[in-house]
């Protein structure tokens, strides 16, 4: 008889992610079903405010990669309205970007995805001086140098088991057979964890130097950026730069050994070695190297052919609602899309865990909706962006993508699997962070000449005015979507990442990423399902950004009266 599991929550932050599948008598899944249990209606309430504020409201949509919306929000309106922005300021958002990838990935890996991979408690059996040597396999300068160092991390996560209170180290083991480290290895990735906190502050410092703070930066409006004096600033660039050595640094000792071993330790686990079953990809143009010119270049894949890679048609994205907690009656184009909720609640029944409520796979049962590409569901993310990439003959890409399969000896298949997905965001992250330096070294020779940082924005209340931006968030392609009428947000749509991968079923019966990268899964015990979680963070799901404050009773909490275009 099949049975049917439930696990909510799933992600370890920005989360309110449910994931249900069902099961056969062989534990194998058949039907799996994503869903946000939580609607925010960020773009809702953006409409008839000023557009100037968009970029500092939407940048609210989130708490991990708020300079993503911020920065979406604040070129679709420069694009509405038609500007260019001098190139500095161009660049001063690129290093921006650039320093919220090496921290994204780098919190992603260690800390929201690292103990699917890395059981802690077992790395307290593992012998320090073997694990020091073990080290020196997957990179020649291991980040935890020796011996002592390594004992010194074994006795204060034992202090921490002893008191019987695993923290954030609880959750994730249930003593499931598909971790497949070593004791030894799991000390060398956990000394890697502990060592992450810190390096992840850094990261956060260098994001703080051009944007002001960090969560939420501050320095960009309408126009340019407002760091000037930074920008001008020699301890300031000095400042940047020497952080970035420290990241970078973690990268390719830390984070890039780790993925090494994870290959050869998993590259025989089934369980990690499927979970790409949407093989159609999209990602678009980011990271500025020079005037005009990227680091990623956009397109699409569409059904796993890679040698058809086509350049993005804007118009062939649409949001289809069928199966999302909205009304609409067919999929709609964002310039033209609707937020209208119709909540329909969930269904009891019995799982593994006794009577619940639970999805209503048949009707409505997400607040995702189901974002298409001239009708196809898509992956987006790290992964996404490496293959178009790859497939583009990217040459900083191809040879990223190669120098890993070659040191791991795993084939270029190897890519489209859960273990691909984790690897590809770590060589992302890499080439972020190895060409994010391009960057730096460009605008100080174009700040030998040129000074400038923005232009002023020119809105008549008289004209009408409609634009996009696309930008690579760390989680993948992100859009955002503007209609400017009588000086105000007509109507704004944010197409996100997330909803892109953990949408619901379409009214043709589609799923999309993350509940087709579970079907054929066979889990050891339904109960304890950590494959399932496994595969579902590695796409490194953020569903604050999906669904972009609601009170649950429907009530309304307060109610303002703002006059946009007060001085
Ligand atoms: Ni809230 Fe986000 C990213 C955006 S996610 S993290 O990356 O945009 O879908
Ligand atoms: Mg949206």
């Given at each position: 008889m099949n049975q049917r599991v439930v696990i909510d929550?799933?992600?370890?932050?920005?989360g309110h992610l449910r994931v249900e599948v069902e099961v056969d008598e062989n534990n194998v899944v058949q039907k799996a079903w994503s869903s946000s249990t939580l609607w925010r209606g960020i773009e809702v309430i953006l409409k008839g405010r000023t557009p100037m504020d968009v970029g500092l409201i939407v940048q609210?949509?989130?708490?991990?990669?708020?300079y993503s919306h911020y920065r979406c929000g604040t070129e679709a309106v420069e694009n509405a309205l038609g500007m260019k922005i001098p190139l500095n300021a161009r660049y001063l958002r690129s290093l921006m970007h650039t320093s919220l990838f090496m921290h994204d990935h780098i919190v992603h890996f260690y800390h929201l995805h690292g103990l699917d991979w890395v059981d802690v408690v077992s790395a307290l059996s593992a012998d320090p001086a073997k694990a020091a040597q073990v080290a020196l396999k997957y990179t020649d300068k291991p980040i935890a140098a020796g011996e002592g160092e390594l004992r010194a991390v074994q006795e204060r996560v034992k202090g921490f088991v002893e008191t019987g209170k695993?923290?954030?180290?609880?959750?994730?083991?249930?003593?499931?057979?598909?971790?497949?480290?070593t004791p030894e290895q799991n000390l060398i990735a956990l000394s890697h964890y502990l060592k992450a906190l810190e390096v992840q502050r850094v990261a956060a410092e260098m994001m703080a130097i051009f944007g002001g703070k960090q969560p939420h930066p501050q320095s960009l409006v309408v126009g340019g950026v407002t760091s000037v004096r930074d920008m001008l600033s020699p301890a300031r660039l000095q400042e940047w730069k020497q952080k970035h050595a420290i990241v970078a640094d973690f990268i390719e000792r830390g984070y890039k050994a780790d993925i090494v071993m994870a290959a050869e330790a998993f590259g025989g686990e089934a369980s990690v070695l499927g979970g790409v079953n949407i093989k159609s990809f999209m990602a678009t143009n980011d990271f500025v190297t020079a005037d005009g010119e990227y680091l990623f270049e956009q397109g699409v894949i569409l059904k796993g052919d890679l040698a058809g890679v086509s350049d993005i048609n804007p118009d062939l994205i649409a949001e289809d609602v069928t199966h999302a907690w909205y009304k609409a009656d067919k999929p709609q184009h964002p310039y033209d899309g609707t937020t209208i909720p119709d909540y329909t609640g969930f269904v009891e029944r019995d799982t593994v865990y006794g009577k619940l409520p639970t999805l209503d796979g048949d009707n409505k049962y997400s607040w995702v909706k189901s974002p298409r590409y001239q009708g196809e569901p898509v992956e987006v993310g790290p992964l996404a962006c490496l293959l178009v990439n790859y497939a583009r003959g990217n040459q900083v890409v191809v040879d990223a993508v190669n120098g890993l399969l070659q040191r791991t000896g795993?084939?270029?298949?190897?890519?489209?699997?859960t273990l691909g997905r984790t690897a590809a965001r770590m060589l992302q992250t890499s080439i972020v962070a190895k060409e994010g330096l391009r960057t730096f070294d460009a605008l100080l020779t174009n700040i030998q000449s040129d000074d400038s940082t923005y232009i002023k924005p020119e809105l008549d209340s008289n004209k009408e005015y409609v634009g996009h931006a696309m930008l690579e968030a760390p989680r993948g392609m992100l859009s955002h979507w503007i209609r400017i009428k009588e000086g105000l947000v007509e109507n704004y749509q944010a197409v996100v990442p997330t909803t892109w991968n953990a949408g619901p079923v379409d009214a043709k019966g589609q799923m999309g990423p993350y509940e087709a990268s579970l079907i054929g899964l066979k889990l050891e015990d339904p109960a304890k399902p950590l494959e399932v979680i496994r595969i579902i963070h590695s796409f490194d799901p953020c569903m604050a950004c999906a669904v972009h404050v609601m009170d649950y009773k429907g009530q309304s909490l307060g109610e303002f009266r703002i006059d946009p275009n007060a001085r």
């Open positions: 929550p799933i992600t370890r932050i920005e609210r949509i989130c708490g991990v990669c708020t695993l923290g954030p180290f609880a959750n994730a083991y249930w003593g499931n057979g598909t971790y497949k480290f795993l084939p270029i298949e190897a890519l489209f699997t």
